[in-house]
């Protein structure tokens, strides 16, 4: 039968006193897998608290969770579980005064062995590794992203820009907000990447491929991509979900 491999790994950086990143990699009753990266904001214990909500809110959803068979099925489900999950976050805003302004990221994925469900607000991003090469999934929903869509802006000086980390959209800072969500399919020996843009602003796509490709193991992968982050500077928070979609064992192969 298939299967899937999936490790979620986080650290604080070399700066910033507490994290304020949360995620998981999470299975549900048929071992599908959903896979969240949230990064939080908000300054002080508010950002940690609402990337933490957004992630709980999707895990419980999801343990009680059969199977997705369709990607329908998958992107209606994760539609409706992030935007229950930005209205957990508004209200405790609302409920908590050090709370008011939060917000996060949100970056999830729903694995099955035929395909992949991605639904994200924000900057933090989805990438997949496949034979065609690697490719990041999701579009930021950033200031700076937007004026490289338009044409006013260049992707070099994009990644230098004083308000590169100004955000168009955010998980919990309105009543109602604007979800994307895609499916895109996979193959054995794909891996998906989820992470927060600690990990983005401080390593290119190019070396993230490189490390996932060659590395023994998503552990090590994994670790490798926070060291080079950190011996970069580490000013953020770095989380990083890994996902492989593993070969599929042969009759009689044990």
Request: glycine content about 8%; aromatic content about 6%; proline content about 1%.
């Amino acid at each position: 039968m298939k299967g899937m491999l999936g490790k979620f790994l986080t650290d604080t950086g070399h700066v910033r006193s507490h994290n304020e990143d949360s995620g998981g990699i999470y299975h549900n009753k048929s071992d599908q897998i959903l896979a969240v990266v949230a990064d939080g904001m908000g300054g002080h214990s508010a950002g940690d608290v609402a990337s933490s909500l957004v992630t709980t809110s999707l895990h419980n959803s999801w343990k009680d969770v059969s199977k997705l068979s369709s990607p329908e099925d998958a992107e209606e489900w994760l539609l409706n579980q992030i935007t229950k999950a930005n209205e957990v976050v508004y209200q405790y805003a609302i409920d908590h005064e050090e709370c008011r302004g939060m917000g996060t990221t949100v970056v999830a994925a729903i694995c099955t062995d035929e395909f992949i469900t991605i639904g994200h607000i924000g900057d933090s991003r989805c990438y997949l590794s496949n034979a065609y090469g690697f490719s990041q999934v999701t579009e930021d929903h950033s200031l700076v992203n937007e004026l490289v869509r338009s044409g006013q802006l260049s992707k070099e000086d994009a990644e230098h820009h004083p308000r590169k980390h100004v955000l168009l959209r955010a998980l919990g800072t309105e009543q109602s907000i604007t979800v994307d969500v895609k499916t895109i399919g996979w193959e054995e020996n794909n891996y998906l990447l989820l992470c927060s843009d600690g990990l983005t602003n401080k390593v290119e796509d190019a070396e993230l491929h490189q490390y996932i490709i060659e590395s023994n193991s998503i552990d090590e992968c994994m670790q490798s991509l926070i060291n080079l982050a950190n011996e970069r500077g580490g000013e953020d928070n770095i989380s990083l979900a890994v996902v492989q979609n593993t070969p599929q064992k042969k009759e009689g192969e044990v």
